[in-house]
């Protein structure tokens, strides 16, 4: 792949399939700048449900699933949205976020975000937004990024592309973990109802569908640890085409 300070990779996968932990440490290893794209859209959310462009109501029993039929201002997200700065860095523990200057890096990973941001992820004038902003990043190489539609649309001519998944069940239980350790009490039987949800609307939205790009690797991480992981996309990155 040459230089590898040049290198793009691009991975992609469902919900709770641990992107953010392996793109983090790939990047790690590989010496490449971390963009966590979710934390973007995540972002926004967490701002839409403060301004109460989004109704804080649609999360039940802290399990993600958006409850139908509450009505909410497209027109208002798109000109918040606009208006917004979303700003990344790396920290101790993954990325750091910031909008319009606040800190929200724990707070867009509540229950309440969950619920609401594979929907405001699918408006089309959102999400060209920020793909605009993600490619902008990416200029010139020397990034790692995760997402749904990294290498199908954000990057489609990224040097290495990978698609990260595991079974449901294995998804479930580490997100029920996740919301353990951030104090929220969910069932296994929720999470997994929320992951098939989630699953469902980032793979049949009109603006850039969850799915696996021709020429991407198909990893499966059930059963196996972060490292393993880890090691396997460092190691088809090192590869010569």
Request: charged share 25%; proline share 4%.
């Amino acid at each position: 792949m040459g230089e590898h300070k040049k290198w793009t990779v691009a991975i992609d996968g469902p919900a709770g399939a641990g992107k953010s932990t392996v793109a983090r440490k790939v990047a790690e290893r590989l010496g490449l700048l971390y963009i966590d794209t979710g934390a973007m859209y995540r972002a926004l959310t967490w701002k839409a449900l403060r301004r109460g462009i989004l109704p804080a109501a649609a999360a039940t029993a802290g399990s993600g699933g958006a409850v139908p039929g509450l009505a909410w201002n497209t027109q208002a997200l798109v000109k918040m949205a606009r208006e917004s700065s979303i700003r990344l860095a790396p920290g101790p523990q993954g990325v750091r976020v910031w909008v319009d200057g606040e800190e929200c890096t724990e707070e867009i990973r509540s229950p309440q975000v969950s619920a609401w941001v594979s929907q405001v992820a699918a408006v089309p004038e959102v999400r060209r937004l920020l793909v605009r902003q993600q490619q902008a990043m990416a200029r010139g190489g020397g990034v790692v990024m995760d997402g749904r539609d990294i290498g199908t649309v954000v990057l489609p001519h990224a040097d290495r592309k990978f698609y990260l998944t595991a079974t449901v069940e294995e998804r479930a239980r580490r997100r029920q973990a996740d919301l353990a350790a951030q104090g929220h009490e969910v069932s296994r039987a929720e999470v997994e109802q929320w992951i098939r949800q989630r699953d469902q609307q980032d793979s049949q939205r009109q603006e850039g569908p969850l799915a696996l790009a021709a020429d991407a690797i198909l990893v499966d991480s059930t059963g196996k640890t972060v490292e393993e992981v880890v090691d396997s996309i460092v190691r088809q990155c090192r590869e010569e085409v």
